[in-house]
């Protein structure tokens, strides 16, 4: 018989060498549990309606699914009960969820359900969370934390059953789901440097609405590299991960009908980009907002903040940023 190594294994020996609480584990422990549930209710979604819309819309202006709420509600249920969580950010809710304010020592801002149209299809989802630590010294400063201080950041592809979670200066490592439903084998993540494999994921309709230095710099690299595109930020930054190039999701600035510009991208900076932006960070790569401004330092001034982003091998990100920031 074959034995893999398991996610908490791991941690316990990570949390010993470092000389670490037990509090982090606690909190990964909750995120496990709500993965693990969210998972489950996808897998089974179809058969229990749950991959329908949900008829109201959230505070994106986008429509709620059914899988949302129940990724939603089965979060806040296990951050909280995990005592550790000061409050919580999430995508699905306006407001910041109050947790436990007095004793809770992280900050977790998450997007439970991500991907929302790859739901109806059953498609690969992703729920990414980023993870700050209060100011256990002296007053708390409120919980908008730009992504170099995150303690840790991951994602987990529902329903394929990975998990990716890189902790700040100990590398990115990935796990798979085996038969008994633990996250198992970990395998520590680096982008390759060898561009054979490297590939450009964006969406293709959004091109020409791009920055034209923007659309230039594509049309110099379309020959070179394989497109892909999932529609799911979780899954297209898991292949980049693992085959190298770049994630991108630039600013909209020219698109033919001007109210649907978007001079700030689409994705939110603290529960999207941040969380991706750290995870490559710690493979070996980079990421950049519109103006080649690192993603990791931006200081976010409101938790919704949404923001421009180009993420993966550092060449790439490298080149592009010079171009931006000319
Ligand atoms: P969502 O939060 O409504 O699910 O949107 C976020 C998703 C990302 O996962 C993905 O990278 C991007 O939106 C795709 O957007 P588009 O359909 O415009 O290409
Ligand atoms: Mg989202």
Same mark, same amino acid.
């Given at each position: 018989?074959?034995?893999?190594?398991?996610?908490?294994?791991?941690?316990?020996?990570?949390?010993?060498?470092?000389?670490?609480?037990?509090?982090?584990?606690?909190?990964?422990?909750?995120?496990?549990?709500?993965?693990?549930?969210?998972?489950?209710?996808?897998?089974?979604?179809?058969?229990?309606?749950?991959?329908?819309?949900?008829?109201?819309?959230?505070?994106?202006?986008?429509?709620?699914?059914?899988?949302?709420?129940?990724?939603?509600?089965?979060?806040?249920?296990?951050?909280?009960?995990?005592?550790?969580?000061?409050?919580?950010?999430?995508?699905?809710?306006?407001?910041?969820?109050?947790?436990?304010?007095?004793?809770?020592?992280?900050?977790?801002?998450?997007?439970?359900?991500?991907?929302?149209?790859?739901?109806?299809?059953?498609?690969?989802? *992703?729920? &990414?969370? #980023?993870?700050?630590? %209060?100011? =256990?010294?002296?007053?708390?400063?409120?919980?908008?934390? !730009?992504?170099?201080?995150?303690?840790?950041?991951?994602?987990?592809?529902?329903?394929?059953?990975?998990?990716?979670?890189?902790?700040?200066?100990?590398?990115?490592?990935?796990?798979?789901?085996?038969?008994?439903?633990?996250?198992?084998?970990?395998?520590?993540?680096?982008?390759?440097?060898?561009?054979?494999?490297?590939?450009?994921?964006?969406?293709?309709?959004?091109?020409?609405?791009?920055?034209?230095?923007?659309?230039?710099?594509?049309?110099?690299?379309?020959?070179?590299?394989?497109?892909?595109?999932? *529609?799911? &930020?979780? #899954?297209?930054?898991? %292949?980049? =991960?693992?085959?190298?190039?770049?994630?991108?999701?630039? !600013?909209?600035?020219?698109?033919?009908?001007?109210?649907?510009?978007?001079?700030?991208?689409?994705?939110?900076?603290?529960?999207?980009?941040?969380?991706?932006?750290?995870?490559?960070?710690?493979?070996?790569?980079?990421?950049?907002?519109?103006?080649?401004?690192?993603?990791?330092?931006?200081?976010?001034?409101?938790?919704?903040?949404?923001?421009?982003?180009?993420?993966?091998?550092?060449?790439?990100?490298?080149?592009?940023?010079?171009?931006?920031?000319?």
């Amino acid at each position: 018989m074959q034995f893999e190594q398991t996610f908490m294994n791991f941690m316990l020996h990570h949390q010993e060498k470092h000389k670490r609480t037990y509090h982090f584990l606690i909190l990964m422990d909750a995120l496990i549990s709500a993965a693990k549930h969210i998972q489950h209710y996808y897998l089974t979604g179809a058969l229990k309606g749950n991959l329908g819309f949900a008829g109201r819309v959230n505070v994106q202006g986008e429509e709620v699914m059914r899988m949302d709420q129940i990724a939603q509600e089965i979060t806040i249920h296990y951050l909280r009960s995990s005592g550790r969580v000061i409050h919580g950010v999430s995508e699905e809710t306006e407001e910041i969820i109050p947790m436990d304010t007095e004793g809770g020592r992280y900050f977790v801002y998450f997007d439970p359900l991500d991907g929302s149209s790859n739901v109806a299809h059953g498609l690969p989802v *992703g729920f &990414l969370f #980023g993870i700050a630590k %209060r100011n =256990l010294d002296g007053p708390e400063d409120g919980h908008l934390r !730009a992504g170099k201080d995150y303690r840790a950041a991951g994602m987990f592809v529902i329903p394929t059953g990975t998990f990716t979670l890189a902790l700040q200066g100990s590398g990115t490592w990935r796990f798979n789901i085996d038969d008994t439903m633990d996250f198992v084998k970990p395998v520590r993540m680096m982008l390759p440097e060898d561009r054979k494999t490297w590939e450009l994921s964006f969406n293709e309709a959004n091109r020409y609405s791009f920055a034209k230095r923007v659309q230039s710099w594509i049309a110099q690299k379309e020959k070179k590299y394989a497109f892909r595109y999932l *529609g799911a &930020l979780a #899954g297209d930054f898991h %292949r980049i =991960l693992s085959n190298g190039g770049m994630f991108m999701y630039p !600013a909209i600035l020219n698109h033919p009908n001007p109210e649907k510009n978007r001079p700030y991208g689409k994705l939110r900076l603290m529960y999207e980009a941040a969380v991706v932006a750290f995870m490559c960070r710690e493979a070996g790569g980079d990421a950049v907002d519109e103006t080649g401004t690192p993603i990791l330092e931006i200081q976010p001034k409101k938790h919704h903040q949404r923001t421009p982003l180009y993420v993966g091998s550092k060449p790439l990100v490298d080149e592009i940023a010079k171009i931006l920031r000319g």
